[in-house]
């Protein structure tokens, strides 16, 4: 894997299980925006930087495969790489596993645009491909 | 009663449950916040037009006792209504029952200041006492 | 449309916005999961007596496409409908607008086992389609 | 302090903001009980065992305060400590800091009770105290 990767550990908060006694599937995203932030402070950047400068990175489109349930008293440990990079967006891909088992919990993949202060759609500036860690060839 | 007071009835989400069966207990003070913008909907306003005018509710204080536990597959009731009501804030206290069986599952109370644009805690306005059906003398 | 169809309208919560002044798209799956349970009040029965008798309905894929965002202030309505029903499983597609404006928001699709008590999966019981609504040839 | 105290530092989820730019309320409780989870697991327990052994630790009051709003980009510490412990329940307090420049965010309050698998409360066995900490005089 030659671009950015990112891997990140933490435990399942009591909060995020349900009624049925696993982690939600609504927590995933969370658990994978999280990855993402994660991979820009290990750059040593930072997502809130990016909004400070007007641009925002917009999810528009996820996807998730629910493998085994997550539980509270797990400790999981959340993959995530830049699988496709393009001059507007980029695609996203993690796999959560269990931390001491390596058991396969849940993969996904989530697809990014940045848009302007406006709203707007815009070319992805060459700085925050860099806080991402994405080389990209121009 | 005299001053405003709101009630809605809604299902418990699945979502909102935790592995112990029940609604986790930080639902509610989402359910108590649901009641503030029903009570300002009932009275034809919105609280979206108060943030769009530059001014800010936020919450400096909440606490919550729970009776008995709200379960999936319940609908509850809310009721919430101010309490006291002073130039730069108020507070509001809320009910929550079980809406078939009237069943008392918490009570509620959050303290609120107005704030600006700028984050400074401001004066309430004349328009936004209105908006909350709040009579205060002059 | 002849199978089992939903349809539910609520408004946007304040806790369900994020930083970026809309909704989080975690959220998404919430409202999906809200209108599955909707969907079965409508027909007289509920999901929760479904646990009660022993049987799980499991989220095990899901997907959202994310045309506009929600915003506070928004009433938003879901629509849901069983896509495909096999022995063991089905799908459930959604489409998210704007209740006003009829906007499509979002669309997007859950895949759903039935386990057991054990967390076995295990064939779908007819009274399970009959309270979903779901007519399945034998 | 003599008692079980813990301090747990995490960075906010962009997930916990809300449309003010801000971490929403409701998402305190979640950081008090992740705390109270983490004094568990750095005594070397779990508060997973706690329920696989048939006992459950119930919130039957909840308060905080908000000195400052916590958002996207920080890190927070949030540190906890039983401030009250009897036969039947205990009392547990929090202070949530910005972890770099160490102001005040909120301070907070949780009572809890213990409940037995039939929903009873019941004593506080010894070796449930003993995984929190606490010494108690007997």
Redesign the interface.
Known sequence: MDGPFVETT??V???E??????V????Y??WF??AR??LM?QLGS????V?ADGF?I?????????HA?A???HAVTVRGWVEAARSRGFTFRYEVRHARTDQRLATGQTKHICIDRH?RPCVIPPWLWEKMGVERET
């Open positions: 933490f435990h908060r009591y909060a299980t349900d009624a049925m006694g696993q939600h599937h609504s927590i995203p969370v925006e999280e932030s994660e402070r930072h997502y809130a930087e909004e925002f917009a999810v528009t489109e996820m996807w998730t495969r629910f349930p539980r509270y008293g709203g």
